[in-house]
């Protein structure tokens, strides 16, 4: 079955050859010399670079194919290892971030009470209202010592949370330092993107102008337009082959940065 589809297909090929070159030769101007060997020539070259050019542009789409297969794949594994990244010891700090807030919230009257009684003795004093001030040092100096081991309390929470952060922080940027190859290697794919989008517009135009010359007769022209769409579909080419050599380099660069995730 394999090989009878393989000789229907080139079969096909062969027969849209038969009928180009047909065309080309029905459509020949009146009164062409038949020794014209430029003419001839080109319609054997066209011959020729159709193959070429079914072959490179088929080889070019199972490319293309695979490249992006790869590309999605790193992808999808990059945002995994992000995921991962903002994950570093998230439980960690969750639970020193509630400790610290719980705590802050427990001796958060007493503080207040605290503050604004030194506050009020202060003012008391700037009425020379040596009473009052007497009354409020002495509210004050009461709950001083629970006041000093609130504060305390509620910074050794925050600075463990503080540290934490620190921690996870650096963690992550070993991870980032190592993504950030594959960051410079995706802005390399981008621009060889950019460059196939620009030349496969050049084969546009030259496709238009090479269906022209066939309805022409113009063998040369022709020819000369499929040379130019060969042409683009190898410069195509090198650039997957280039971009694929960037996602497998993305590919071990997500397995470097992955391993230096910590455990």
Known sequence: MIKRRSKYSKFGITASIFILCMTLFMARPIGANASDTGWDNALTSIEKLHDTYTSVDASNKVEKQQLQALRKQNNNKLKDINTKVQSIDKAKIDKLKVDADQTEKKFAPLLKEYTELGKKASEARKRKDQKSALLYDLKRNRIKSAAIAARQEVKIKKDALASARKQASAKAKVVKDALAQAQTLKKHITSENLKITDVNKTRAAADKRYKAAVKQGDAIAAAGEMRQMVGVLTQVHASQLKMFEW?????????????????
Do not use: M
């Open 247 to 263: 996602e497998r380099q993305i590919t071990q660069t997500l397995r470097a940065a992955e391993e230096k995730l910590p455990s």
